[in-house]
């Protein structure tokens, strides 16, 4: 992984490309151009230092790079993980690319091979790592992260083990996007997906849909999906499943916002005893949305069951997580998946407790998840290839971040070569 550190590597006054294995050197590699963050909005393409090809890694010519909602959090803030950037620093995190060099030590590759990037290491050491939980590492480094370069880079080196290899056939746009499938594999574990299950899913971008591709390859009996912008129902729809040809999503609605039942309260009403109506805001927005399920429910034969098995709310939105809550089935599961404010004002405690609901959070993938995206790709049971909607070479960059932060697209892929 490269390091904003790399000066650190500089030993015996010898520089980065001196001390670079003769393999490397006879490659005579074009500038390391990259896409750094400097502020707001504002990009720069410029060459960084190849990084040093230790014995354990490979060098990788990264072919596509996704781009998704954590890049546009950093792009429109000016900062990442929520801290502003100290020094311009490379964006990106999903990509994939061919191996151009591997270390002395690499047995499991060659050059040619064609390989994702997982794009965090672990330290193997915390607690949580030594737990078998390593996207929990307490000390995690994650591409495009403070310190941590990330991937929108013409080469990229990394510890072979973390350069999963995927088949020939999967187109590099495609490729770019197998981090959020692993994602998706991620949000299986954690929902425990599995065959014959209801699921319902808040948000119809990347990550739900991808969810829904994930939950219909793992056998799912109705999926129903939800989101606020008509644009993102009609394309939800169009989705289809590579087994069946029919769309994946079986009932897609395009849902509002709950009334803003804040604006209405009144600090008498509570206080001064005239009023025996205990009823909360909180109560209210929480009714709406039960009565709203009640009638989704009732449309699509699932009132019997009185909600669905499994909540996956992709959106971040705190009316969508009452409307998770009140979807979801006695004994089920609602995964929080979606970011948003740090906290909300409201958590629907009766339902969580009365229905005895999971309530589960889930942070980036695990060891098996990459692996098992790539392979799903391979035997066709998912394709993502309809959710890349553009794609843009790496020197027109900040024309790709603001056609994603105008909304109106589901993915957007940057292909690292194709610089001036
Ligand atoms: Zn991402
Ligand atoms: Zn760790």
Not at 293 to 305: F, R, S, W
Request: glycine residues 10%; charged residues 20%; aromatic residues 4%.
């Amino acid at each position: 992984m490269t390091h904003i550190d790399d000066h650190a590597t500089h030993q015996h006054g010898k520089s980065l490309q001196q001390q670079q294995p003769d393999s490397v050197k006879a490659l005579g590699l074009p500038p390391n151009t990259s896409c750094l963050l400097v502020q707001t909005r504002t990009i720069l393409l410029e060459p960084v230092p190849l990084p040093l090809l230790k014995p354990d890694s490979v060098l990788v010519r990264v072919m596509a790079n996704g781009i998704c909602g954590s890049d546009m959090h950093s792009y429109l803030s000016g900062g990442v993980g929520g801290r502003p950037i100290g020094a311009p620093s490379v964006m990106g995190h999903e990509a994939a690319g061919i191996v151009e060099a591997v270390g002395a030590d690499v047995m499991s590759h060659v050059v040619g091979d064609h390989v994702a990037i997982e794009p965090g290491l672990p330290c193997r050491k915390c607690v949580n790592c030594k737990g078998g939980r390593m996207n929990i590492c307490t000390t995690i480094r994650y591409c495009g992260t403070p310190g941590v370069h990330g991937t929108l880079s013409r080469f990229y080196v990394l510890p072979a083990d973390m350069a999963p290899k995927i088949p020939k056939t999967v187109p590099w746009d495609v490729a770019g996007s197998i981090q959020p499938l692993a994602i998706g594999v991620q949000i299986g574990k954690r929902a425990d997906l599995r065959a014959h299950q209801t699921v319902a899913i808040f948000g119809c971008g990347p990550i739900g849909l991808i969810t829904a591709a994930v939950a219909h390859a793992y056998s799912a009996r109705r999926i129903i999906a939800f989101d606020i912008k008509p644009s993102r129902v009609e394309f939800a729809k169009s989705y289809k499943s590579p087994l069946t040809g029919k769309p994946i999503i079986d009932h897609v609605f395009q849902i509002d916002s709950l009334p803003d039942v804040f604006k209405h309260e009144t600090n008498g009403a509570a206080t001064n005893g005239a009023s025996l109506d205990h009823t909360t805001p909180g109560d209210k927005a929480y009714m709406v949305a039960q009565e709203r399920m009640d009638a989704i429910l009732q449309e699509v034969g699932l009132a019997d069951e009185g909600g669905v098995d499994r909540v996956i709310e992709a959106s971040g939105a705190q009316d969508s997580m009452l409307h998770g809550v009140a979807v979801c089935n006695d004994g089920g599961v609602y995964l929080q998946v979606g970011l948003g404010h740090i906290q909300t004002n409201i958590f629907p405690t009766i339902a969580v407790t009365n229905k005895e609901l999971d309530v589960r959070g889930i942070t980036r993938y695990t060891a098996s998840c990459f692996p098992m995206a790539i392979e799903m790709l391979g035997r066709g049971v998912v394709d993502i290839a309809p959710l890349i909607t553009s794609r843009f070479p790496m020197s027109r960059a900040k024309d790709a971040f603001e056609t994603v932060a105008a909304g109106n697209d589901i993915k957007v892929i940057i292909r690292n070569q194709e610089v001036e």
